[in-house]
Structure formats: C-alpha cells, structure tokens
T-cell receptor, first 114, second 114 residues
C-alpha cells in the first residue's frame, strides 16, 4: 500500500483562479513527480524533483509551477487556471538510487476549469 | 523515436477466462519495463517490474513476460475476476538519463463481465 496522498481529489473552479494541488508522501522518497493524464491517454511528465530545493520541468510544457521545501511535500500551483488545464493530475514518488525502483502513485486530482 | 505501443486498445472477457495483453516498445537503451493497473478515477498501481535479464515475473494471477530481443512484453491474466476491470499500462524506462525517463503506453482497457 502506497503512502502518497493527494488533495483535493476533485475540484471545479472558475477561469482565472489560483489553485494548489497538494501531494505528500511518508515513505521518505527523494524523487517526486507530477504527471498529467487526459481520459484514455498516456501519462505525461510535467514536473519532477530529485530532492529538497530541486525542481525540473518535464516533457510536457505546463503553465504550472512546483516547489520542494520538504522531502515529503511537493505541491503544484496554477496561478491562473484556464479551461485547457482541465485534466487529471497524478503525483508519484520513488527511491533515488536503485534501477527499477517501484514508482508509487497517488489517487489523482481531477481538475475542471469552467 | 522512443515509443510504447499497447494492444488491444480495449478488451472484453467473461469472468473466469484468461487473457493476454501486449506491449511493444522502441525505447533504447532499455532499462526496465513495468506493468501498472489503473482503476477508473484512481492512480496506477504497480503489478510487475522487469529488467533486461528477466524474462518472466508473476504477481498472483498476473504473469508478465519480456523478450528484450524483439522488444515485446505481455501481461497474462489468469482466471479473471470482475475486479480485474481496469486499464493496464505498460511503462518502459531508459538508461539515457539520470532520471531514468519513463515512456508510457496508452493502456489496454479491460472489462470483465459476469
């Protein structure tokens, strides 16, 4: 059972609002990730982190930003939401050094921007 | 171009029957291949991880095979249950970067009918 948690699970907000999706893990993992997934489509990496104060952009361009002030916490922020941001956002974490480590996913945050 | 292709896109089987899902990849240099199960509206859950030297791995009723020469993998589900209804995602990791970049397939949507 993975100890990685996302809140909120579901969110409907208006265009132009600022939102933060929370992600926390209690496994002490250094690596954390944010993926975006549209229904029936593959996951796309939008942000990742190797550890505290480390953040990098992923393969899919995103207007969101992330921070990693504590090992266990990796929030994602949209300063001004738009309908094109409507999607599912999945947070994940893994251990750092060994090849083939399991990546644990949170339950996801479904965002709808109206 | 590194890609992961899964087939079939969707599959319907009767409870108790067996089925096999396919994954072909072009990712190089290859590091490992993972199968995940994703229930509707939930985050993916790891089923198996295989490295280059492994050609089969089981997890209960799930058995994954890997042929690194032909770059093919399969996931065999035995004696299917209603709870097996989900999307099954093939994920291939490369050795080309520190991150161990992940390439996701779009998944096979399995429906098990009573």
């Amino acid at each position: 059972e993975a100890d990685i948690y996302q809140t909120p699970r579901y969110l409907v907000i208006g265009t132009g609002k600022k939102i933060t999706l929370e992600c926390s893990q209690t496994m002490g993992h250094d690596k954390m990730y944010w993926y975006q997934q549209d229904p029936g489509m593959e996951l796309h990496l939008i942000h990742y982190s190797y550890g505290v104060n480390s953040t990098e952009k992923g393969d899919l361009s995103s207007e969101s930003t992330v921070s990693r002030i504590r090992t266990e916490h990796f929030p994602l922020t949209l300063e001004s939401a738009r309908p094109s941001h409507t999607s599912q956002y999945l947070c994940a974490s893994s251990e750092t050094d060994r090849d083939g480590n399991t990546i644990y996913f949170g339950e996801g945050s479904w965002l709808t921007v109206v | 171009k590194n890609q992961v292709e899964q087939s079939p896109q969707s599959l319907i089987i009767l409870e108790g029957k067996n089925c096999t899902l396919q994954c072909n990849y072009t990712v190089s240099p290859f590091s490992n291949l993972r199968w995940y199960k994703q229930d509707t509206g939930r985050g993916p859950v790891s089923l198996t991880i295989m490295t280059f030297s492994e050609n089969t791995k089981s997890n209960g009723r799930y058995t994954a095979t890997l042929d690194a020469d032909t770059k093919q993998s399969s996931l065999h589900i035995t004696a299917s249950q209603l709870s097996d209804s989900a999307s099954y995602i093939c994920v291939v990791s490369d050795r080309g970067s520190t991150l161990g970049r992940l390439y996701f397939g779009r998944g096979t949507q399995l429906t098990v009918w009573p």
